[in-house]
């Protein structure tokens, strides 16, 4: 018989089964339970730092419904930056938000938005504007406004979600940046100097302001700095590229140097230094300041002063020559008198008379040696008076003309007259010699061009002068000769300087010539080249007015009329001669060997003496003080007063003061005679 199982014992055996795989089934829903609850205190705790990052965030954080197209949200922050709540912002709605925006930045938003919706069926690119919003006090802030868009599974748009951040400091920033550089440009292009920054190494011209734009072309920026600055094909060999920087590539200071633009000839201090450019690289900044003018004016310093050191030289010897002249005049002084005492002794039948007046001849020659040297000196200005140049000129010229009939002249006169307050026989002289001067560089023949005009001072800067303000007669003599030498030119107003041969000239024509127009206080200058000829310029002051030039006039001795002479000279021989030449025309003579002399003689005989012939350069009491003393002592005295000197400086003075008259020695016995004889009878 078979064993039977109970059924109870296979009912246990099914339930064992079953709660082993229910406490499986439990054991899976309390683990999948833990991890469930696991993951949503981890969200819970994401979604509390979602919130604390959109509470504490500084942009203002939206989204909009496209469906419904109002704003569902909006972050805390908008109180913050605009002054309205989140509830307030989200009941403006999108029009109300959108009437936020500046007037000036709605039609630009309006486009963006018009943007934003053509992308809705596109990828999702971020859109971004900037635009000003207003707040609630009324002010304005900057905003960046970054948009982007979310969808659902399916792919279609659902939201615009965004952020708002305030770049209200950025924008004041960039605006000051904008004001500062616009600032920097006006400086930059206000500046009479040229700024240029160019490449160290390609030489490529980077920057230049307005003021180098407008001297080397609107294309300089761009090209090469030797091509656009210099005309070069080549960098130029002085480039001071390569001394900007140090051998550890660092700045070595400013580097300043001068040179002439070849391209408009204008010189510039040139001052060049390596700055700091893009990305940090090193350019050379240079800015150049136009020195034409003070290089100029270094140039008329350098003319002014080689032409003192000229002047310096020649007054010193002048002042040699006018007291040689003095001294020679005193001398001749002699000579004629006593020449004029034998003449007066003896018949014009002698056989001795016709070697006598030889002599005359030739001391009256030496007389005019004399002048020229005191012309030299500048003290042969004898008689002023208003003259026309342009007639002394030209019979000045037609008399040369008719002598030397191989040179060609060429007159160029002004229409206008031509007034100068001038010695006219200084002139004449003047004329003479330069004429003459010309002929002997023209030995074949040739031609002389002479030309006048009136110019002012301002035109005047062919010499080495300063002319004094006003208008001159500028007359201008060129020759084709054989021209002269620089050194000879820089010497040919010294006196006794000659460049022809012993016996042929004495040295003195030109710097007479020299003298004279200084002493009219004018200005001469001379061009020459070799084998091209010479060019004299003299400018001599122009008068208001002018009269013709007087012709000479016969003198007519007259006898004299007698009286007592008070006769005062410090030279022996001069008051030797001078006394016995005055008691042989029926003078009586009071002697006097300086100053003091005579004024003891003129207090003790006053009453007698009918005029004083007074010396003028004296030792102790010059004649100006003797003159003074004797006016003093009678004011109704009558002097003349006698020089070695001629009538300029002291003498005219004197004459201003009163005196009566004026005679050069050496003097002839009639014109002392003339002289006497109008003062006395006047």
């Known amino acids: 018989m078979k064993d039977i199982v109970p059924v109870s014992q296979g009912v246990e055996m099914s339930d064992t089964s079953v709660v082993a795989d229910l406490k499986k089934r439990v054991a899976e829903l309390e683990q999948a339970?833990?991890?469930?609850?696991?993951?949503?205190?981890?969200?819970?705790?994401?979604?509390?730092?979602?919130?604390?990052?959109?509470?504490?965030?500084?942009?203002?954080?939206?989204?909009?419904?496209?469906?419904?197209?109002?704003?569902?949200?909006?972050?805390?922050?908008?109180?913050?930056?605009?002054?309205?709540?989140?509830?307030?912002?989200?009941?403006?709605?999108?029009?109300?938000?959108?009437?936020?925006?500046?007037?000036?930045?709605?039609?630009?938003?309006?486009?963006?938005?018009?943007?934003?919706?053509?992308?809705?069926?596109?990828?999702?690119?971020?859109?971004?504007?900037?635009?000003?919003?207003?707040?609630?006090?009324?002010?304005?802030?900057?905003?960046?406004?970054?948009?982007?868009?979310?969808?659902?599974?399916?792919?279609?748009?659902?939201?615009?979600?965004?952020?708002?951040?305030?770049?209200?400091?950025?924008?004041?920033?960039?605006?000051?940046?904008?004001?500062?550089?616009?600032?920097?440009?006006?400086?930059?292009?206000?500046?009479?100097?040229?700024?240029?920054?160019?490449?160290?190494?390609?030489?490529?011209?980077?920057?230049?302001?307005?003021?180098?734009?407008?001297?080397?072309?609107?294309?300089?920026?761009?090209?090469?700095?030797?091509?656009?600055?210099?005309?070069?094909?080549?960098?130029?060999?002085?480039?001071?590229?390569?001394?900007?920087?140090?051998?550890?590539?660092?700045?070595?200071?400013?580097?300043?140097?001068?040179?002439?633009?070849?391209?408009?000839?204008?010189?510039?201090?040139?001052?060049?230094?390596?700055?700091?450019w893009e990305k940090g690289r090193y350019v050379r900044l240079q800015i150049a300041t136009d020195i034409s003018k003070i290089k100029a004016l270094e140039e008329e310093r350098m003319r002014a002063e080689a032409h003192l050191r000229l002047v310096q030289r020649l007054e010193s010897v002048g002042t040699l020559a006018g007291g040689i002249a003095h001294d020679f005049n005193n001398l001749m002084m002699g000579m004629l008198g006593n020449l004029a005492l034998v003449m007066m002794d003896i018949e014009p039948a002698h056989p001795y008379y016709g070697k006598l007046k030889k002599i005359e001849t030739q001391i009256l020659s030496g007389s005019r040696l004399t002048k020229q040297l005191l012309g030299y000196a500048r003290k042969g200005k004898y008689r002023v008076e208003?003259?026309?140049?342009?007639?002394?000129?030209?019979?000045?010229?037609?008399?040369?003309?008719?002598?030397?009939?191989?040179?060609?002249?060429?007159?160029?006169?002004?229409?206008?007259?031509?007034?100068?307050?001038a010695d006219q026989g200084q002139l004449e002289q003047v004329l003479l010699n330069l004429f003459i001067n010309a002929a002997d560089a023209m030995p074949e023949g040739g031609e002389l061009s002479i030309k006048t005009t009136r110019v002012h001072h301002d035109q005047m800067n062919s010499g080495p002068y300063i002319p004094k303000p006003g208008y001159y007669i500028l007359f201008e003599i060129s020759d084709t000769?054989?021209?002269?030498?620089?050194?000879?030119?820089?010497?040919?107003?010294?006196?006794?300087?000659?460049?022809?041969?012993?016996?042929?000239?004495?040295?003195?024509?030109?710097?007479?010539?020299?003298?004279?127009?200084?002493?009219?206080?004018?200005?001469?200058?001379?061009?020459?080249?070799?084998?091209?000829?010479?060019?004299?310029?003299?400018?001599?002051?122009?008068?208001?007015?002018?009269?013709?030039?007087?012709?000479?006039?016969?003198?007519?001795?007259?006898?004299?009329?007698?009286?007592?002479?008070?006769?005062?000279?410090?030279?022996?021989?001069?008051?030797?001669?001078?006394?016995?030449?005055?008691?042989?025309?029926?003078?009586?003579?009071?002697?006097?060997?300086?100053?003091?002399?005579?004024?003891?003689?003129?207090?003790r005989q006053s009453h007698q003496i009918d005029l004083v012939i007074l010396d003028m350069i004296m030792p102790g009491m010059s004649g100006g003080v003797v003159f003074d003393q004797l006016r003093a002592l009678d004011p109704s005295i009558k002097v003349l007063l006698s020089s070695g000197y001629n009538m300029q400086g002291e003498a005219e003075k004197i004459l201003r003061r009163g005196c009566n008259g004026f005679i050069q020695k050496p003097f002839k016995l009639d014109e002392l005679l003339n002289k006497l004889t109008k003062i006395i009878q006047a």
């Open 386 to 421: 208003a003259l026309d140049f342009n007639e002394i000129i030209s019979d000045s010229a037609e008399t040369f003309g008719r002598t030397r009939k191989q040179i060609t002249l060429r007159l160029k006169l002004a229409p206008e007259v031509l007034g100068v307050e």
């Open 481 to 603: 000769g054989v021209g002269m030498e620089k050194a000879v030119q820089e010497r040919i107003f010294e006196p006794f300087f000659t460049t022809k041969e012993m016996g042929r000239g004495t040295g003195l024509g030109l710097a007479s010539v020299y003298g004279i127009v200084k002493s009219h206080g004018g200005y001469i200058d001379v061009d020459s080249t070799p084998g091209a000829g010479t060019t004299f310029r003299i400018y001599l002051p122009m008068a208001v007015s002018a009269r013709p030039v007087p012709t000479a006039k016969p003198r007519t001795v007259i006898q004299s009329p007698g009286g007592t002479i008070l006769l005062v000279d410090d030279e022996e021989l001069v008051l030797e001669v001078a006394t016995q030449m005055l008691e042989r025309c029926g003078y009586q003579v009071l002697a006097a060997r300086c100053g003091a002399e005579s004024i003891d003689i003129f207090k």
């Open 33 to 276: 339970l833990a991890q469930g609850r696991k993951e949503q205190a981890a969200l819970r705790k994401s979604q509390q730092w979602f919130q604390e990052v959109l509470a504490h965030s500084r942009d203002i954080l939206f989204r909009r419904n496209l469906a419904t197209g109002r704003y569902d949200y909006i972050s805390r922050s908008v109180e913050e930056l605009l002054g309205y709540t989140t509830q307030e912002t989200l009941q403006m709605g999108y029009e109300g938000i959108e009437a936020l925006f500046h007037p000036d930045d709605r039609q630009r938003y309006q486009r963006f938005a018009e943007q934003l919706k053509a992308s809705l069926h596109d990828d999702e690119v971020p859109h971004t504007i900037e635009y000003r919003m207003r707040a609630k006090d009324g002010s304005y802030r900057w905003f960046s406004d970054n948009h982007g868009i979310v969808r659902d599974r399916a792919g279609r748009a659902r939201y615009f979600i965004g952020n708002n951040r305030d770049i209200t400091a950025e924008k004041a920033a960039e605006k000051a940046l904008s004001e500062s550089h616009e600032r920097f440009l006006t400086v930059l292009d206000s500046m009479e100097a040229l700024v240029l920054v160019s490449d160290l190494t390609h030489y490529t011209i980077l920057m230049a302001n307005q003021r180098a734009v407008a001297i080397f072309g609107p294309d300089v920026v761009g090209r090469k700095c030797h091509e656009a600055i210099r005309g070069k094909s080549q960098p130029c060999k002085t480039c001071h590229n390569q001394r900007l920087l140090d051998d550890t590539g660092q700045p070595t200071g400013i580097c300043e140097w001068e040179s002439r633009n070849p391209l408009n000839g204008k010189w510039y201090l040139h001052q060049d230094q390596a700055i700091k």
